[in-house]
């Protein structure tokens, strides 16, 4: 499966951005689906992981309660809503496959990724 992500940009803090990662290739309803994010000189960080069917989640304790992960099976397309955005979720936001069924939280649970989108968020 081939994945694009985009919909990164400059936001003041306090804003929302929705981030989105379009599919294709192999079957998109075959993967549980995530984000990962990126600063320079850090390791990826999970952000959230959503299942086949979109009925479960899970989200880092850095985001839950402002982000929300979901998907489109018609459209293979996965989203991400970015609400209350603060300076430390700047970074570089990459969309992932996971052909493991499973919700995983880390980098070796995905098997494909996208290219990744830019996020700033300014003070």
């Known amino acids: 499966v081939q994945l694009q992500a985009s919909g990164g940009g400059l936001v003041q803090a306090g804003g929302s951005l929705r981030l989105s990662c379009a599919a294709s290739?192999?079957?998109?309803?075959?993967?549980?689906m995530g984000w990962f994010r990126q600063t320079p000189g850090r390791e990826r960080e999970f952000i959230a992981s959503?299942?086949?069917?979109?009925?479960?989640?899970i989200y880092s304790d850095s985001v839950k309660g402002r982000f929300t992960i979901s998907r489109d099976n018609a459209n293979n397309m996965l989203y991400l809503q970015m609400n209350s955005l603060e300076p430390e979720d700047t970074a570089t936001y990459y969309c992932?496959?996971?052909?493991?069924?499973?919700?995983?939280?880390?980098?070796?649970?995905?098997?494909?990724w996208g290219q990744g989108t830019l996020v700033t968020v300014s003070s």
């Open positions: 992932a496959a996971s052909r493991y069924l499973a919700l995983r939280d880390t980098t070796e649970g995905y098997n494909y």
């Open positions: 959503i299942t086949i069917n979109g009925d479960q989640t």
């Open positions: 290739g192999r079957s998109f309803r075959g993967y549980y």
